[in-house]
């Protein structure tokens, strides 16, 4: 793009890192980076951000992390992106350590940032109940703290539906044993028969 007389500058980087993200090209997604680096540009939040998008949508959360923890100023953006990711690349107990340890908290849970609370709640991986639903009870006592009556009410519907889930999963496991020891039991019953005459 600089070969062709495109000037380099804060929008076009974001720009260029979107596409990344886009087409799940790190190493591209790299190549601005150290074009940053090398150039000495430092950028403001929006461009950190579109970094730290880059990385955590490609999955590579130690530059994710590196980049995030080095950030002179972080906005809600940049923690819901951070959490967010942890809990889908990393852990969730992972996600959690930061959403509980952040004053990026505070951003993600007032009124005016319900948006920003809401992709962090759209975006944590959902397929095992058992490990989301401390994070979310972690999510709603914050959401409680806040006052944010709107977002309490989102995560209780939420917390209730993956309880029913998780009852009803567990129900079907009982009822699978239950099953798979009653079919044990009529085998033993048959093997164990007299033959007939």
């Not at 350590?97 to 959902?126: C, H, S």
Request: hydrophobic share 40%; proline share 3%; charged share 30%.
């Amino acid at each position: 793009m600089e070969k062709s007389g495109v000037e380099m500058n804060e929008a076009t980087l974001v720009t260029t890192l979107s596409a990344c993200v886009s087409l799940g090209d790190l190493e591209m997604g790299k190549k601005v980076h150290g074009f940053m680096e090398s150039r000495g540009i430092k950028g403001g939040i929006p461009l950190n951000n579109a970094l730290l998008d880059m990385y955590t949508k490609c999955g590579c959360m130690s530059m994710a992390r590196r980049l995030f923890d080095e950030m002179p100023s972080k906005d809600v953006i940049s923690w819901t992106s951070i959490v967010s990711s942890a809990a889908n690349w990393v852990s969730l107990d992972e996600a959690r350590k930061l959403f509980n340890g952040a004053t990026g908290r505070d951003l993600v849970l007032t009124d005016r940032n319900d948006q920003w609370a809401e992709k962090l709640i759209e975006e944590m991986p959902y397929k095992n109940a058992k490990e989301i639903l401390p994070f979310l009870a972690s999510l709603l006592g914050a959401c409680r703290t806040h006052r944010n009556v709107q977002m309490v009410k989102k995560l209780e519907k939420r917390i209730t539906k993956l309880e029913s889930s998780l009852a009803a999963n567990q129900w079907e496991d009982v009822t699978e044993v239950r099953r798979r020891t009653k079919d044990q039991g009529i085998k033993k019953t048959l093997s164990g028969a007299a033959p007939l005459k």
